[in-house]
């Protein structure tokens, strides 16, 4: 018999989850995924361990103040160090259910230095596990060899600053994933604001594979560009960076792009301005982040079909 590894836990959305139209927090919402996926990471590293990789994050309906949400993480398959770790959220209204949310990722065990150490358990994946982590591989070499800056060239974007306290870690002194998700959105939210000049909703969270840790006392700069604007819709594009205010130091932490929807005073999609390129550097981020986007799409129409009796 094939042991299963899941978990779930239940959130309560109360005032202070909500935003200003009380709809639960983008941030929060992705904050409480990956707090489950790694409540359950605890249980099967038996021990320290970090968020590697995410491979998308939708947020299909959004959860209301007094709406309970159940969370669910099962692991999906495993490796020598890591785990892939699929997450749904539920929301419950009286006696019913709905998919709100659905999210894929990785984590890696690690020791007490923050190096990967060898997991005592082996979960056998589909057919398609093998390949999800090829392309992660190959994902995060892409990003690794570009660390320059994201905003000169960009037409719209903004650049958040903020020190990492110890209320944002691990015991371990590293920055916590759901924290810095939270930090995502707050700062992607705010350009994708600006630039529409009215409220947003997150829709979505592409894929981001962390190339190192964020420490306590770090300096941490998120610099978001718009990247991609629909009808009603934008992508933001994010580089996050750490910096060492002692050595001047900055090292990248990741690259990633979340997805926008403007929306008027009822809640219903609002028409935004076309952004036309003003350089190759900016055409060439458009292109890509339009094949992408077509991509994401597609998935999200898929998985949008489950329910949350399959969770």
Known sequence: MTYTYRTETYYNVFPWH???????HGGIYMSWLIDTAGILMSSVSQGNYLLASVDYLYLFKPARLGDILRVTAEAKASWKSSVEIEVTGCIK????????????????????????????????????????RVKRLER??????????????????????????????????????GK???????????????????????????????????KIGDILEIQGAVEYTGNTSLDVGAKIFAINHFTGSRRLVSRTVFSFVSIDENGKPRPIQKLEPSSEYERRIME????????????????????CYDS
Do not use: C, W
């Open 93 to 132: 209204r009286g006696n019913t259910e709905e998919l709100g949310a659905i999210g894929l990722m990785s984590y890696v065990a690690v020791d007490e230095n923050g190096r990967p150490r060898p997991l005592t358990v082996k979960i056998e994946g589909d057919e398609g596990a093998e390949k999800r």
């Open 180 to 214: 810095m998700y939270m930090m995502l959105d707050e700062a992607l939210a705010i350009v994708a604001k600006m630039y529409s000049k009215g409220n947003t909703f997150t829709a979505s969270a592409g894929s981001a594979d962390f190339l190192v840790p964020v």
């Open 18 to 24: 909500t935003n200003h139209f009380g709809s639960l």
């Open 288 to 307: 890509e982040r339009l094949k992408e986007r077509e991509e994401r799409i597609s998935m999200g129409k898929s998985l949008q079909k489950r329910t």
């Open 140 to 177: 995060k070499k892409m990003v690794s060899e570009d660390t320059s800056e994201l905003l000169p060239g960009m037409t719209f974007g903004r650049s958040y600053i903020r020190t990492i306290y110890p209320e944002h870690g691990f015991g371990n002194g590293i920055l916590y994933a």
